[in-house]
């Protein structure tokens, strides 16, 4: 089963609200993803959680708080978000690189979560 | 650095025809793994492929075709007899063996199979 969910598929939001997204996956994976997509581009990554310790953040502005509370689970806080962050959020598992950084393994992506800011 | 390049932005072919969607990549790693995910319009990248930079053994599965050759840096897609449902954007993608988890993407092919 190689199936990762993510809630809501839709959610429109002020730009004073908080939300969050959910990520769920029952694989066993150790790693987990978010990546942010704008329309007609690839996907961007935003943050690598690696045995429930966040060990990539690419710069991503602090309105954007991610927390992974265990090996299943992955959240994406949303605070204070401008028109410009609406985009498809992908959330993604595998088994994570060996501890030396080498080694891959496949990227199991969700179905997304589309996020419009008003 | 490394790069992955897709110079086809759209195909738009009938059904029941052959398309190739290309992929060019440039790494100096020597190990390196590619890959190829399909994105329908629900939104889901779904995985296609993985191969790994010692293994230019070409794959079949099914409709789909891969064909990966180093002395050219190419892994390219083939499907065979389109389907109306193969109409996606497909992304080819390049991860360094030391790159912890970051996946280079290209910037996809839109591939509209018209019945």
């Known amino acids: 089963d190689t199936e990762v969910t993510q809630t809501p598929k839709h959610l429109v939001m002020g730009m004073t609200n908080k939300k969050s997204l959910k990520c769920e996956q029952h694989m066993g994976h150790r790693a987990m993803y978010w990546y942010k997509q704008k329309a007609k581009k690839p996907p961007e990554l935003m943050f690598v959680y690696s045995y429930e310790k966040l060990s990539i953040n690419e710069s991503v502005p602090s309105r954007f708080s991610p927390e992974c509370p265990n090996s299943s689970l992955l959240n994406l806080h949303l605070h204070a978000l401008q028109p410009e962050d609406s985009a498809l959020y992908l959330c993604?598992?595998?088994?994570?690189?060996?501890?030396?950084?080498?080694?891959?393994?496949?990227?199991?992506f969700g179905p997304g979560t589309r996020l419009t800011v008003l | 650095a490394q790069k992955v390049t897709q110079a086809q932005t759209e195909i738009s072919v009938v059904e029941k025809e052959d398309v190739t969607l290309d992929c060019v990549y440039e790494t100096r790693d020597t190990t390196y793994y590619l890959f190829w995910y399909k994105q329908p319009p629900s939104g889901e990248l779904v995985f296609l492929i993985r191969?790994?930079?010692?293994?230019?053994q070409n794959e079949i599965s099914g409709r789909y075709s891969w064909n990966f050759q180093k002395s050219t840096s190419s892994f390219n897609f083939t499907i065979t007899a389109s389907q109306v449902v193969d109409s996606a954007v497909y992304f080819c993608?390049?991860?360094?063996?030391?790159?912890?988890?970051?996946?280079?993407f290209g910037e996809g092919t839109q591939l509209t199979v018209n019945p």
């Open positions: 191969r790994n930079s010692f293994d230019e």
């Open positions: 993608a390049l991860k360094r063996e030391t790159s912890g988890s970051r996946l280079t």
């Open positions: 993604a598992s595998s088994r994570p690189p060996s501890l030396a950084g080498g080694g891959t393994d496949t990227q199991y």
